[in-house]
């Protein structure tokens, strides 16, 4: 994956005010703020079924939230048309996968119909923003291969490039680093870092998310446990708390980081003691 593309647009300004957000009227999660300057990385993170997806598509203007409000780069989301919302921001769902029969670069280049006239062909500059958005996550050698003949993370891979190429200032993905490697994961973060755009994603790597993002929300019983920089919010008290794990903070000698790790419960210090 390679970094900035030059037609990466500057990354916005998302606010979200007592935002409660569910599904089919039911209550998921309640009362969530949120001020996201320009050109940051958010992660949200939870259990299963904390709320993440409910929330992100509430962020992201595909469900209506069913109290609060969600302003991006000024304009009240929910009142926006949809393409002019589609202009704005780009979204790349849990599930999302590209149809099996297209070629990869049609697939990614579906994420450029928010700008075009009707009926109107790709043009050229178009192409390049095509070309741009596979290179920026390492796909450009198999721009022309069918989508069915892929492997689950180059499908992945296709789904984040068509929501990079939508050439939005606000990207909204749910769990982007499911079925990618290690490496992949590590690139993609360094991607959206180095697109400047304005970044809102869920994820489960609590390791990922601290060192990789600027802010972090940790849902937890249907609200916003901790909500702030990540390398604040992700800390064992809070993780223990939202996961019921056992989470140590270690720091890296040669970078003098701190990681994030889980440690297997029966070797927790209070578990080992119990047991003698
Ligand atoms: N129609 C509904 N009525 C009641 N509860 C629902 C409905 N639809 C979804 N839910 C519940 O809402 C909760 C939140 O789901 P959501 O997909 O947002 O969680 P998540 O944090 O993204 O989970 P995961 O990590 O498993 O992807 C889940 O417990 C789900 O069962």
Redo the contacts with the bound molecule.
Sequence with gaps: MSPASPTSPPGVALTATGLDAG??G?L?VAGVSLAVEPGSLVAVV??????????LRALAGLSRPLAGRVAVDGADLHALPGRARARLLAWVG?EDAPAEELLVWQAVALGLVPHQRPWAGPGSGERETVAAALAQVGLQHLADRRCDHLSGGERRRVMLARGLAQRTGLVVLD?PTNHLDVAHQQELVGVLRGSGRTVIA?L?DLDLARNGFDQAVV?HDGRALATGRAAEVLVPEVVRTAFGVVPALLRDPATGQEHLVLRPPHLSPADRKKSR
């Design positions: 599904v089919d039911h998921v939870g259990e299963n079924g904390s709320g993440k997806s409910t929330l849990q769990e869920s489960h849902l």
